[in-house]
């Protein structure tokens, strides 16, 4: 924990300590930690000189932002209106059938975390489910177990 | 590296030798892949690494350039790789492909007949672009340019006439004569609501401050529509020159383009684009010797569908969450920090050096009466040729969906075509003559919107789709009015009740009455439009609903509630592969004989439907 408050102080240097930069900020400690801790939230209050709730508001407004920590994969569902009617709703609840979960939650292994996104603009691809940097087209539920394995695997070796 | 010039006429000096030296570059060498966000998503990556070993391996590293642009459009057939100077268009290349393309079409000038694009109808092979049924209705203005360009450089954009149209401006132009050119040329605001982009320039312009802001809303959240992310992708200097432009006739010295934080590349693009800028002196004070000063700030977003609406955008900017406020004020009065600020689409930005090169006249003759210039739609959906589309205003329906689009895919029926994303409505078959407009779309109960156009097919559900757009404005109402709060919320109990099988004959009523409350009742423009793709749904498919709550049937087969899954005994085979999959066990059988499927364990996933390969497994 200490290292992640050591890389919020530096990111808020980056910053200039300016509360118009706020959302900026929390991007990049998400990016940092993969979520935003609640310490982290007090030393950005604290050192842009702001109420805790006013990060709060913005942490809990936008979609992107996590205050609980997230997997080691994070699989994003599209489910953006061309993905939907070709059947991404579907993709999702294979999803949350295979790891057992809902959307927005990490399995226990903290191997995954389930999102949906709505449209990444890659709709002639549809539907798609992206986990880290890697695109999977063309998304099939039979396709999900497979996908998944992929990542289970990699935690063994 | 600073080379900031002493006056215009130094810097036309050295884009006049750029474009010198480009002039035969069509005539010479060249791999041009598309590598936008779906063509990398397919693999373009990997064709670009194999490509480049090839070339190195037969020594022709130098003689042969690669030219990594961003999206073409035509998503479908993504990666594409077109070889100059004969411009042979190949299609869906894989990396195993790069070793052909340059053995046969680079060093023994043949063209690969198997990479070669086939036009389903003719059956027969295309191969240059422009002979694409896809291409061939377009006028791509805009998008045409990304073809040419590497995104990355700015030398490229200035080869193509870049900043031409900025230096015009500086050197010839005051303020007040670009705002009239463009409010002559009719251009209307592209992110959807189609206001006059001239007069809102004078607004701003004429609005009393010393401080003055303009933003390029590149927070594209409309689901289903990627234009604006292709254009800031693939030609980012275009977006950032009509910015400029855009400054110099309001009077702003400030910048900010917002862009959706799922875009990356396009984020990563336009930074280097404004480098680029910087070390050209493009920025910063004192452009080109004149006495205008500007600099422009990228920021991103943080996912919130509302932030495209002008107030809620202007909130985000300063730090804040992004709720929408009363208008008036409207930004051209009081904007960012209460300053007068001006906001404009990407693809409004991108306009406006076309209509300083081209001048107004050339522009207005594109379009109908009251829309001008050409439009980016995203065609997606149930469609054979998904791609991004630039058309010019006033076509029609029909000639998007088929002539452009190709029809629908599987000799499926066509069911509705749904524009405007989450603000827009969706249109039958019977006014698929309708032409492309602002004021046409309207008059059918949706609108034109940023551009997107969802092709739906007799296997999409109406009521499912209300219900699809509902779930995604309940989830980004920003909560602040109680009737877009609360109203949607009550909107879609109702919808899930009819998707269940429990809904009522009055609740057809109920809805349409919540549904205009919504509308008339909300602040900002994601409430008062987000009951459109409902009640459109409900003017239009009526009988759909009431097939839902009359008939308990869902006819497309996607409301699980009202849906069974049955097998066909004389089609199984008994292979097995249903038993396989299902998650619940619910499929009885032996192997070789047919297999039944256990209602009161059935979850209704239709995996098995998606797996048997002898249509044995039905919907009903």
């Known amino acids: 924990m200490m290292e992640a408050l050591v890389s919020v102080e530096s990111i808020l240097d980056k910053w200039n300590n300016e509360d118009a930069s706020l959302i900026s900020i929390l991007l990049d400690i998400q990016s940092e930690c993969n979520y935003l801790p609640k310490e982290a939230l007090i030393t950005v209050a604290d050192r842009l000189n702001i109420p805790l709730i006013q990060v709060y508001s913005v942490a809990t407004f936008y979609k992107v932002f996590s205050l609980k920590p997230r997997g080691k994969n994070i699989i994003n569902v599209c489910v953006g209106t061309a993905c939907h009617v070709r059947g991404g709703q579907r993709i999702v609840d294979e999803v949350k059938r295979k790891l057992n979960i809902d959307v927005g939650e990490t399995t226990e292994d903290k191997l995954f975390t389930l999102e949906t996104v709505r449209c990444l603009g890659c709709c002639a691809l549809g539907p798609v489910v992206v986990i880290g940097n890697t695109y999977y087209s063309y998304v099939t539920q039979k396709m999900v177990g497979t996908i998944l394995n992929k990542y289970k695997k990699s935690k063994n070796t | 590296m600073n080379m900031r010039f002493p006056g215009i006429c130094e810097f036309e000096s050295l884009c006049g030798k750029i474009r010198e030296s480009k002039k035969d570059e069509s005539s010479e060498l060249c791999l041009i892949v598309s590598s936008g966000t779906c063509g990398q998503a397919k693999g373009s990556l990997a064709v670009i690494d194999a490509l480049e070993k090839s070339l190195k391996k037969h020594n022709l590293d130098k003689k042969v350039d690669i030219r990594i642009t961003g999206c073409h459009g035509f998503c479908q057939v993504e990666p594409i790789v077109i070889v100059n100077p004969k411009n042979i268009f190949y299609q869906s290349v894989k990396p195993e492909d790069a070793k052909e393309i340059v053995s046969e079409t680079i060093i023994n000038k043949k063209v690969i007949d198997r990479l070669l694009y086939v036009d389903p109808k003719t059956g027969k092979k295309i191969k240059h672009e422009k002979d694409i049924p896809f291409y061939q209705k377009q006028v791509r203005a805009l998008l045409a340019n990304n ?350 009740r009819i998707t269940e099988g429990t809904g009522k004959e009055q609740d057809i009523e109920l809805l349409k009455e919540l549904g205009e409350l919504v509308k008339d009742t909300s602040m900002c423009g994601l409430g008062q439009t987000a009951p459109n793709p409902l009640l459109s749904t409900i003017k239009y498919f009526k009988d759909e609903y009431m097939a839902h709550i009359r008939d308990k049937k869902c006819t497309a087969g996607i409301c699980r509630a009202l849906v069974e899954y049955f097998i066909i005994a004389d089609k199984c085979t008994g292979c097995g592969a249903c038993m396989k999959v299902c998650p619940e066990e619910a499929i009885l059988g032996e192997k070789k004989k047919s297999y039944i499927i256990d209602q009161s364990k059935c979850i209704k996933c239709g995996i098995c439907f998606e797996t048997c390969k002898f249509d044995a497994v039905v919907k009903r």
């Not at chain 2, 210039?373 to 998904?386: A, D, E, H």
């Open chain 2, 147 to 496: 073809v040419l360009i590497d995104p990355t450089k700015i030398e490229d954009y200035i080869g193509i006439k870049g900043y031409a149209a900025l230096c015009e401006v500086l050197k010839t132009m005051k303020a007040e004569e670009v705002i009239y050119e463009v409010k002559k040329s009719g251009l209307r605001g592209r992110g959807g609501a189609g206001f006059p982009t001239g007069l809102k320039w004078e607004f701003c312009r004429k609005a009393k401050g010393d401080v003055k802001y303009i933003v390029c809303n590149a927070d594209e959240g409309d689901p289903g529509a990627y234009m604006n992310r292709s254009l800031l992708e693939g030609n980012p200097h275009s977006v950032l020159e009509g910015m400029l432009i855009g400054a110099y006739a309001i009077g702003s010295s400030e910048g900010f383009i917002y862009v959706r934080h799922e875009y990356p590349l396009a984020v990563k693009n336009v930074k280097i684009a404004i480098t680029q800028m910087e070390e050209y002196g493009l920025l910063g004070k004192g452009i080109l010797g004149t006495d205008f000063n500007f600099d422009i700030e990228v920021i991103t977003g943080a996912g919130a569908f509302v932030c495209g609406e002008e107030t809620a955008l202007i909130a985000s900017i300063e730090g804040k969450k992004g709720e929408p406020r009363q208008r008036p004020p409207f930004p051209a009065q009081k904007g960012i920090w209460r300053k007068p600020t001006n906001i404009n689409n990407v693809e409004t930005w991108a306009n406006i050096p076309l209509i300083i090169n081209k001048g107004a006249e050339w522009f207005s003759e594109i379009g109908t009466a009251k829309s001008k210039g050409t439009k980016i739609f995203s065609l997606v959906g149930k469609i054979n040729n998904t791609g991004l589309v630039e058309v010019p205003m006033g076509i029609t329906l029909r000639e998007m969906v088929y002539d452009i689009g190709g029809g629908i895919p599987n000799d499926k029926k066509f069911k509705a075509v749904q524009t405007g994303g989450p603000s827009g409505g969706c249109i039958p078959e019977e006014f698929l003559d309708t032409t492309v407009d602002y004021e046409s779309l309207e008059a059918l109960g949706s609108i034109m919107g940023s551009g997107g156009m969802v092709v739906m097919d007799e296997d999409t559900c109406m009521v499912d789709t209300a219900k699809y757009f509902l779930e995604f404005l309940q989830e980004e109402s920003c909560g602040k009015c109680l009737t877009c709060r609360e109203g949607i919320e009550r909107l879609l109990e109702i919808l899930n």
